[in-house]
């Protein structure tokens, strides 16, 4: 298997080259050379598969033999080592709880895979080195640059790379996050890791944060003395293990409902990442009904999808700001794995859009009627839910002429805990969160935090100055 830059100017690379470099050298994205294809024998194994065997069956194809089976198995394992369980919420619409990993929040998934991969590629390199030099009969000298993973960050995508990436040995973090913009635990989750994660509290916004990144990875000086690599979803190694929710969703499914009951599946999306891993699991043989994204105001595809036309927009600030987003980096990636045919694509992908007064609403209407308490992320795919569901409504006559709705079922992906978004979901429900005991012990810890002003200048003799110190 190898990856190709959608952009079609760089030369197709392996996993390994795809993973540690990020983005092509053209700045397109990689796309994988071919889409697996599982038998429906296959896919009937996988039923029952647990879940560690079914995650190293369905990266295998796409690591393709740049790791070997064993670190494969064992990544995979460490990976997805939390639950993912298939909650009913109505009789209509369940909840495939994506927040049980170490941060709370889906991103858990692609950061610890990543992170495992690099650290796994790191070491390989030091070991080969270490080998030619003393076939040369050289001594044997441990010259190989550590990775340093530079990223920029609104809330949840620290947090998960801080806690994916602690430890791994040969790789350090840096992350740069916006001073008072993030919720207090997701700061005390970036900040209190210590070892090869380091935080830098930038005086500005996130954009501030993101511009400084992106000029790093620019910098000549920089590049001379460090290994630079991002961890954005952009990654194919953040990307494609996102695919495993599906699998696992249907798992569950499939005890519950016969094979005639469709699973549609409704996808919180801001740069449509997670919702793109889904249709790469549906194009590769899982039974996925249709794919719903839901979006807040900033629904770019939404209009898309009824009116042909793709206008970016300047992100605008919601309840929901994990999905902030004006311009989806990974849409381009949907519109490969259709083929960019619009008319598959609409069959395939619906879309709808929530304001935020409508999340709020939700979030307090679901905790009151069915007792279930929904994050603003979750709640946008719950609104949307409830729309695709009536406006999909199946009727039937039956064999004495009395007529008969067929009922629609939806798997809504709930995307982060309640606990980190706690302004929003307290005002809706009038009531205190309990704070999970997996959390509890941040609260504790001390938030370590290098202030930096937003300039690219400081950032950089910061950078500078940690190499020869
Ligand atoms: C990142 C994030 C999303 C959006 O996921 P994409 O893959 O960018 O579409 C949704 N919900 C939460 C809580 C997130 O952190």
Redesign the pocket.
């Known amino acids: 298997m190898q990856y190709y830059s959608l952009n079609k100017q760089s030369p197709k690379v392996d996993f390994k080259i795809a993973a540690t470099t990020g983005q092509a050298p053209d700045k397109g994205l990689y796309f994988p050379t071919e889409i697996p294809n599982f038998t429906k024998a296959q896919i009937e194994r996988f039923k029952t598969l647990d879940k560690a065997s079914l995650a190293f069956e369905v990266m295998k194809p796409y690591v393709g033999g740049t790791i070997d089976d064993a670190s494969l198995k064992q990544i995979c394992a460490e990976t997805i080592n939390f639950n993912f369980p298939l909650i009913e919420v109505t009789n209509t619409i369940f909840s495939l709880e994506l927040f049980h990993g170490p941060t709370l929040?889906?991103?858990d998934v692609g950061a610890r895979f990543m992170s495992r991969c690099l650290g796994y590629f790191s070491k390989q390199l030091k070991e080969e080195r270490v080998k030619l030099n003393s076939s040369k009969g050289q001594a044997v000298v441990d010259n190989i640059k550590d990775t340093t993973v530079l990223v920029a960050t609104s809330g949840?995508t620290g947090g998960a790379v801080a806690n994916g990436f602690l430890g791994v040995a040969g790789v350090n973090v840096i992350i740069l996050y916006p001073k008072g913009k993030v919720s207090h635990i997701q700061e005390l989750q970036l900040t209190t890791c210590g070892q090869n994660i380091t935080a830098l509290e930038v005086d500005g916004s996130f954009d501030d944060c993101q511009a400084m990144v992106k000029e790093a990875f620019m910098d000549a000086d920089l590049n001379k003395v460090y290994n630079l690599t991002s961890a954005n979803?952009i990654n194919v190694a953040r990307w494609l293990p996102q695919q495993l929710y599906y699998f696992f969703a249907w798992q569950q499914w499939i005890k519950e409902f016969d094979e005639n009951t469709p699973m549609h599946i409704v996808v919180?999306?801001?740069?449509?990442?997670?919702?793109c891993a889904g249709m790469m699991a549906k194009a590769s043989g899982l039974p996925i009904g249709r794919f719903i994204a839901a979006t807040n105001t900033n629904d770019v595809v939404t209009r898309y999808l009824h009116s042909g036309k793709y206008e970016v927009r300047r992100a605008i600030a919601t309840v929901s700001n994990?999905?902030d987003?004006g311009e989806p980096s990974n849409f381009v990636r949907i519109m490969e794995i259709m083929q960019n045919d619009f008319t598959a694509l609409k069959n395939t992908l619906a879309s709808y859009t929530v304001d935020d007064a409508t999340t709020r609403a939700a979030i307090a209407r679901v905790y009151k009627t069915e007792n279930y308490l929904l994050d603003p992320?979750g709640a946008v795919a719950y609104v949307a839910a409830e729309r695709f569901i009536i406006d999909h409504a199946v009727e039937i006559t039956m064999h004495d002429h009395t007529i008969e709705s067929l009922p629609v079922r939806a798997v809504i992906l709930e995307?982060?805990h309640p606990v980190k978004f706690p302004d929003v979901v307290e005002e809706a429900v009038g009531e205190e969160i309990e704070i999970p005991d997996s959390v509890k012990f941040l609260l504790d810890k001390e938030k370590v935090a290098i202030p930096i002003a937003a300039n690219f200048g400081n950032f950089k003799s910061w950078m500078m100055n940690k190499v020869s110190a």
């Open positions: 929040a889906f991103k949840d979803s919180p999306s801001g740069n449509f990442g997670n919702i994990a999905m987003v992320h995307t982060a």
